[in-house]
C-alpha cells in the first residue's frame, strides 16, 4: 500500500497523509460496491494476498 500511496502522492501532489486517506476511501468504497473483490484488493495491497490471486479472481467475476 506504501507504493501506492507514494503514487497517489506524487501524482496528484497531496501529502503523504492526504493520499492514505484518499486510497483508504477508495477501498473503503470497493468493498462496499464488489465485497469479494473489495476484500482481495485490500489484502493484495496490504500484502497479504497475491496480486495474481486477485486477477485471476477479477477475471472470474467478468467471466473472462
Known sequence: MDELIKTVTDRAGITPEQAKSAVASVVEFIKAKVPGLGDQIA???DG???AADVIGNLRGKLGL
Open 48 to 50: 497479504s494476498g497475491g
Open 43 to 45: 489484502g493484495a495491497l
